[in-house]
Each structure stands twice: as C-alpha cells, then as structure tokens.
C-alpha cells in the first residue's frame, strides 16, 4: 500500500515561493506517476504537476507552467513542488497523488484532470497566497 505524508505549504504575499513535499512509501514497482492536484474552495480538484518515478516524463498545467518545478529523488520516494511567482489563485489544499504508471500511457493523460486515476492520496497541505 502506497503512503503519502505532505509537508511545507504555508502563507505567502502575491509573487513568493513556497515549496511543497510529498515523501512516499510502498512503492513497489518501476514507474509510479506522482504529483500535485490542489482544490480551491468551492471549485474542482485540478491536476497541477505530475512526474513518472521511471520515465522522468513531467506535465504542468498552464497555469503554472514557467512558475512550478517538479522534481523527484529516490524513484519517487520524494517528490518536490518548488513555486514561484505565486498568485492568489494559486490558493488552494494541495495534495500529493500516485498511481502505477503505464508506458501505453502519457503522464498528461493521467495528470490533467481531477486525479480520478490515482488511487493514493495525501491529506493535503494548505498553500495561501495574499495580494
């Protein structure tokens, strides 16, 4: 059973950084897709960022493109969100994902969406950003 502790989050001004981190365990296989979904209040759960633990492969979602990095070490045992140039829709609970990772599969076809693929999930970590 794959488990996901999140850690980092907090409260920033319009422009900061903040950085978020998954540490991961159980995962058994070779290639996971990991990443990021955050659901603001009153919206949809949305996917952020997603590494696959083999391939390296990554998505972004537009919005967050150029401003998040994603980056994993120990095959996905850690994984980071590094964000910059936050924004006050960029408020929202962000939580960490994972799922096994097919190579029939692209890492956009399973991030870009709710994450109603990923079948283990974080608690989450709040990330509040104030004009």
């Known amino acids: 059973e794959v488990q996901l502790v999140e850690s980092g989050g907090g409260s920033v001004q319009s422009g900061g950084s903040l950085r978020i981190s998954c540490t991961a365990s159980?995962?058994?296989?070779?290639?996971?897709?990991i990443g990021w979904f955050r659901q603001a209040p009153g919206k949809k759960r949305e996917g952020v960022s997603c590494?696959?633990?083999?391939?390296?492969?990554?998505y972004y979602a537009d919005s967050v493109k150029g401003r998040f990095t994603i980056s994993s070490r120990m095959r996905g045992r850690e994984v980071k969100l590094e964000m910059t140039n936050l924004r006050p829709d960029d408020t929202a609970v962000y939580f960490c994902?994972?799922?096994?990772?097919?190579?029939?599969?692209?890492?956009?076809?399973?991030?870009?969406?709710?994450?109603?693929?990923?079948?283990?999930w974080g608690r989450g970590t709040q990330v509040s950003v104030s004009t």
């Open positions: 590494i696959s633990t083999g391939q390296g492969t990554i």
């Open positions: 159980g995962l058994f296989f070779d290639d996971y897709a």
């Open positions: 994902a994972a799922r096994m990772f097919s190579r029939r599969r692209t890492i956009a076809d399973v991030c870009s969406g709710a994450g109603a693929e990923f079948d283990s």
